[in-house]
């Protein structure tokens, strides 16, 4: 990727420097391909979100940060068990924000950075849901209300009923697990596959500092095109393969993968390597709260990833999934 960082820079023309993007593409391409290997998944960054001054959704009795930073570390463990040569890098170990940092925004490019500069080949962030109270309102009555119209000797007195309303709110009874992988472009053939207008609760981690792709940048749909021939396929196989295993645990279906661009998630949007961001269930519903605080169901979290990671390096490794996944396209 630092490549195409470089072509920014490059004294070029226009149509020098889109060519030059386009070789560095089907140059990344090619190596990447020619490196597959029987040992494909060699790094695993563990991505818990939020953290220190950033807890994230708020339960009843526990925070994102909290929830999600027990969940990456069993995780890890467990991976580090099955993959026994597998390394494993955590963003972070410990209540505060990714490497230490003093704000959102910082955290969020470090998560990035550190991900790309380990040689990441797999990134997967834990996250949790939510969804905001439910507000209903009824009518109490009515009070009357008097006005005037018109000026000077037109000058009338009028007098009408205004309804007076109630309001209070429920629980919002929202549940379910959702993945995400980073949207190439929402009007791209190759993502109608995947859901993007779906009702939304999850991660806006893209804020005012930090911008989306701009699809018209030559370098930027170079990126794009090396994430499309490299990553995207394998980025929704696994994520696919995770919503899959929460299926068949009983957990509610919330349309399966889902993508962003339009409200970016950055950690997807800037990690040069198949990424995922898993949302694993909604901190604000009581009983997913209380399941995904419980050794039992973050026990049962865990090896659902782990599974899938498994199916994930079998198809990697015979590489059957750029023949298997064209149907989705």
């Known amino acids: 990727m630092r490549a195409i960082s470089y072509l920014n820079s490059f004294p070029v023309n226009h149509l020098s420097r889109t060519l030059l993007c386009l070789f560095a593409a089907f140059f990344f391409f090619s190596y990447s391909f020619c490196q597959t290997s029987k040992k494909a998944i060699r790094t695993i960054i563990l991505d818990a979100g939020h953290g220190g001054i950033d807890p994230g959704a708020k339960g009843d009795f526990s925070t994102e940060a909290d929830v999600s930073l027990a969940v990456t570390l069993k995780l890890g463990k467990a991976i580090e068990e099955e993959f026994p040569d597998t390394k494993i890098i955590y963003t972070r170990t410990t209540d505060m ?4 940092k003093p704000n959102k925004d910082i955290a969020n490019r470090y998560r990035a950075e550190m991900a790309n500069e380990s040689g990441g080949d797999l990134y997967i962030a834990i996250h949790c849901n939510a969804a905001p109270d439910i507000r209903h309102s009824e009518v109490t009555g009515y009070k009357t209300v008097t006005s005037y119209v018109k000026k000077g000797k037109k000058k009338k007195k009028v007098t009408k009923k205004v309804p007076q309303y109630r309001y209070w709110y429920t629980p919002n009874p929202a549940s379910g697990t959702e993945t995400y992988i980073w949207a190439l472009n929402k009007n791209d053939a190759k993502v109608n596959s995947v859901s993007l207008n779906n009702e939304y609760y999850g991660e806006i981690d893209s ?18 095109l090396i994430y499309a021939q490299n990553y995207f396929r394998k980025s929704l196989t696994f994520a696919d393969l995770i919503e899959r295993g929460f299926r068949n645990q009983g957990r509610v279906n ?15 949007q800037a990690t040069g390597m198949p990424s995922v961001l898993v949302e694993i269930g909604f901190i604000t519903n009581k009983d997913e709260e209380t399941y995904i605080n419980s050794d039992e169901g973050q026990a049962e ?6 599974s899938a990671l498994k199916e994930y390096k079998i198809k990697l490794e015979s590489r059957t999934i750029s023949t298997e996944e064209k149907k989705a396209f």
């Open 301 to 306: 979290i865990v090896s659902n990833i782990v």
């Open 207 to 224: 804020t005012s500092t930090i911008t989306l792709p701009d699809p018209s940048d030559p370098a930027e749909k170079a990126r794009m």
């Open 254 to 268: 919330r349309g399966g993968v889902k993508q962003r661009n339009d409200k970016g998630i950055w950690v997807l």
């Open 97 to 100: 924000l990714a490497g230490n």
